[in-house]
């Protein structure tokens, strides 16, 4: 079964999931594999494999969803995540937004942030550049 298959058959219903909203856009439901108690996705009903493939109005009502469903589920410290393309992690191609509770250390998502150093004026010229596509 492909992605888009996969996410047609949740959002008709015809795969069982543990729904925590929906509406003509949006589906949320619980992770099967969860990495803590509480994890959840929120998908667009609008087939896209990464985030720039969705129309605008397809995502307006994401962040509000995200943003209730991580106050509903009640925990002190979360993670918001979406992931596009392989080597950012995407194992399934069907834009999909995690609310990731971190109740403790080994529990929750667990990320390192390998920051460097930065040459201001290669900054500069970067943020010159992507201004201007923007």
Same mark, same amino acid.
């Given at each position: 079964?492909?992605?888009?298959?996969?996410?047609?058959?949740?959002?008709?219903?015809? !795969?069982?999931?543990?729904?925590?909203?929906?509406?003509?856009? !949006?589906?949320?439901?619980?992770?099967?594999?969860?990495?803590?108690?509480?994890?959840?996705?929120?998908?667009?009903?609008?087939?896209?494999?990464?985030?720039?493939?969705?129309?605008?109005?397809?995502?307006?009502?994401?962040?509000?969803?995200?943003?209730?469903?991580?106050?509903?589920?009640?925990?002190?410290?979360?993670?918001?995540?979406?992931?596009?393309?392989?080597?950012?992690?995407?194992?399934?191609?069907?834009?999909?937004?995690?609310? !990731?509770?971190?109740?403790?250390?080994?529990?929750?998502?667990?990320?390192?942030?390998?920051?460097?150093?930065?040459?201001?004026?290669?900054?500069?010229?970067?943020?010159?550049? !992507?201004?201007?596509?923007?």
């Amino acid at each position: 079964m492909t992605d888009l298959q996969l996410t047609a058959r949740l959002c008709e219903g015809d !795969i069982p999931s543990f729904k925590l909203f929906e509406s003509e856009r !949006i589906l949320a439901f619980l992770d099967i594999q969860p990495l803590s108690q509480g994890h959840a996705l929120v998908v667009p009903k609008h087939h896209g494999a990464k985030l720039t493939d969705i129309p605008d109005a397809q995502l307006e009502e994401i962040l509000p969803v995200v943003k209730r469903l991580a106050a509903a589920i009640g925990a002190e410290n979360y993670n918001i995540l979406q992931n596009n393309g392989r080597l950012a992690h995407q194992e399934v191609d069907h834009v999909h937004f995690h609310v !990731i509770p971190k109740p403790n250390e080994q529990e929750g998502l667990g990320i390192g942030w390998p920051a460097t150093k930065t040459d201001m004026d290669k900054l500069k010229q970067l943020l010159t550049e !992507i201004k201007a596509k923007m």
